[in-house]
């Protein structure tokens, strides 16, 4: 009885850490997604990305370029910590070298960003 009581102990702990460390990860942000509200020389664009992730590190890079971000290259990238994280996110006037500005990625669901910081935010979907 003494030794059943232990082993049901013991299961119970295990099961709260494994809940602790799930309710701690993160989510994969990896794949396709698609922008609105993204402008590039006066005109809205849909931004077409591709996010990679290696461990807490997410890059976001162009599928379709633009005059001011071509493809290829990255739009966005910052340190994926929780449900909003700070980011930079690579900005340009067609015709000139690309500088960052800091931005927050939120994570509104697992199909929506919405990243903020900037006029107007521009939200991702995941295709």
Do not use: N
């Not at 059943?4 to 119970?12: K, P």
């Not at 739009?75 to 900005?91: N, P």
């Not at 509104?108 to 900037?118: A, K, M, N, Q, V």
Request: hydrophobic share 45%.
């Amino acid at each position: 009885m003494r030794r059943c009581f232990r082993v049901v102990i013991v299961v119970c702990v295990v099961l709260v850490v494994l809940l602790i460390v799930k309710s701690c990860s993160t989510d994969s942000l990896a794949g396709e997604w698609v922008g609105t509200g993204y402008f590039c020389d006066g005109q809205e664009h849909e931004q077409d990305i591709v996010i990679s992730q290696d461990g807490s590190i997410v890059r976001a890079t162009k599928i379709t370029g633009d005059a001011c971000i071509p493809a290829g290259q990255l739009t966005w990238e910052g340190e994926y910590t929780g449900k909003s994280f700070a980011a930079s996110m690579y900005i340009a006037i067609p015709g000139q070298a690309a500088s960052t500005i800091p931005v927050t990625v939120t994570v509104e669901d697992s199909r929506t960003l919405r990243l903020s910081g900037i006029a107007p935010e521009i939200v991702f979907t995941r295709l």
